[in-house]
């Protein structure tokens, strides 16, 4: 434990900090960034890989990307506290350290469960990473000026890492197993460790902040639940014990989780910052509108990799159209920060989310080339960059500077919530969808009463996933078209979820933010 002499030293402010150490500050902040969002994002183009190797269900294929995100998640708010008490500098070290750990144990995965497990230890890291490289760079940058550059660098390096998760995975699956994706990251990992022990300054703000379990377990327990509920529902049905009570014990906890903040003298997240109207839109519109990218981004990986089984390579070059828009804008997005604030730029990204998600849809599933898919690519890109830099902006701008670690690790928490809910709910509609078309349409296929059951068999254990890609022979050309038909307007369905999301995100920060520019806002 610290002692408070230890903890004032800390909490001093850093603008002090020599040039070359504030430079080295930044790239470590950002270097974390990117590699937590490349474990993030490494699944995506992979997932039609990983589950003809492993033989993983639908569900199973959806937790390989939630066992990331849900500890990251989860996890936010606490690491927040540890940084802002003890250090983010140590943070970074240790949070890369983790991950490393996680991808080793991914990278040596022969079965779904394992896989799952290395995810979750990369995701613990990755909860450490993503508030801690925020708050380092948020406590160094103290002006305007400065503050919009090193938030447009943050920004630019979060889609520098979901461009190379992509490259990286797609790459590597072509010429060996997709393990080694997962090694490569956790090569990064160890460099990121390295980097921070010898390149970044310290940083902390331990005022009012303690560690508080109570909340912790119950907000993590709540996420929990709510997660478990969506991803199981298609599988074990909706009305069944295990989802419903997964579902009646979010709720509860979740109101635990308020009521204890509410009474405690050192909460881990100040219920009252929610009264500042921009800092609640902004986590409002960032569980809805990262929900509605990153469900689209799970609804492309799953079009591309497992309805039209394009290579791994192939199915990242979309995702490399994506993330690659961001770094090409990033003077645009300091000058916005600087100029016009969050507001416009969250509508703007926004809108250009849900048109993106809308024109994809447009496009018939058949369609293998990406010359049609480049529009909607390039919109999504835009409208990412937009959309992270202003959030997190509107966010660390609107409350004062001795409450940014709180403000980044909350950003991260919300951020990372809309992230894990985007593949989990988009999943678990269309899947369930897809299964109903399916089911509905089978009868029309000629078929033997044998290969009835035998397609229903492999229906009932997997979902049309595993229909679609099972080897059953000449059964497989029979029942490809059906299984695509069913596929496509299931995840179809998903496109028009989360396109519903992204007006939704506009509307409230229309509502809430505003189109103030920076200095008409500035009140703390």
Known sequence: ?????????????????????????????????????????????INGVIQRSLGTTGAELTWVSDAFMVPAAVLALTFG?????????????????????????????HSPGRLITGQALSGIGAAALFP?????????????????????????????????????????????SFRWAFAAVGVLALLTTVAAWFLASESSAPEGRALDWPGQISIALALLGLLYGIVQG??????????????????????????????????????????IPAFAASAVAAVVGMFGFLGGAYD????????????????????????????????????????????????????ALAVAQLWLRAVPVDVHDLVPLLGPLVLNGLGFGLVVAALTAAAVNAVPQHLTGMAAATTSLVRDLGQTLGPAIVGAVALS???????????????????????????????????HTADLGP??????????????????????????????????????????RPADASGH
């Open 1 to 45: 434990m610290a002692s408070s002499s230890t903890r004032s030293r800390a909490a001093a402010p850093k603008a002090q900090t020599s040039p070359p150490r504030h430079i080295g500050t930044l790239l470590v902040g950002c270097l974390a960034v990117c590699v937590a969002q490349t474990g993030l994002v490494l699944p995506a183009a």
């Open 81 to 109: 506290v540890l940084g802002d008490l003890y250090g983010r500098k140590k943070l970074l070290v240790y949070g890369a350290a983790i991950a490393a750990v996680g991808y080793l144990v991914s990278c040596t995965a």
């Open 132 to 176: 801690a490289s925020l708050a380092v760079i948020t406590a160094h940058t103290t002006t305007p000026s400065a503050r919009a550059k090193g938030l447009a660098s943050w920004t630019t390096a979060l889609s520098l890492g979901a461009f190379i998760a992509p490259l990286l995975s797609g790459a590597v699956v072509e010429h060996a």
């Open 234 to 275: 298609p599988t074990d049905g909706w009305g069944s014990a295990p989802v419903a009570g997964a579902f009646v014990g979010a709720a509860v906890l979740l109101a635990v989780f308020v009521r204890i903040e509410a009474r405690s003298a050192a909460p881990m997240l100040r219920l009252e910052l929610f009264r």
């Open 475 to 516: 059964l497989s050309a029979k029942i490809a078209p059906l299984s695509e038909r069913a596929l496509a307007h299931g995840y179809g369905s998903g496109l028009l979820l989360t396109a519903t999301a992204c007006l939704s995100a506009a509307a409230v920060s229309v509502v809430f933010i505003g189109f103030r």
């Open 300 to 351: 492309l990986s799953i079009r591309l990799g497992v309805i039209q089984h394009q290579s791994p390579l192939r199915a990242a070059a979309p995702f490399l159209v994506i993330q690659g828009i961001t770094p090409f804008v990033w003077p645009l997005l300091v000058r916005l920060l600087h100029r016009a604030g969050p507001g416009p730029m969250l509508v703007g990204g926004f809108v």
């Open 433 to 467: 969808l897809a299964a109903g078309e399916f089911g509905r349409n089978l009868g029309g296929v000629d078929l033997s009463p044998a290969e009835h059951g035998t397609v229903n068999a492999v229906l009932a254990a997997g979902g049309p996933i595993a229909v």
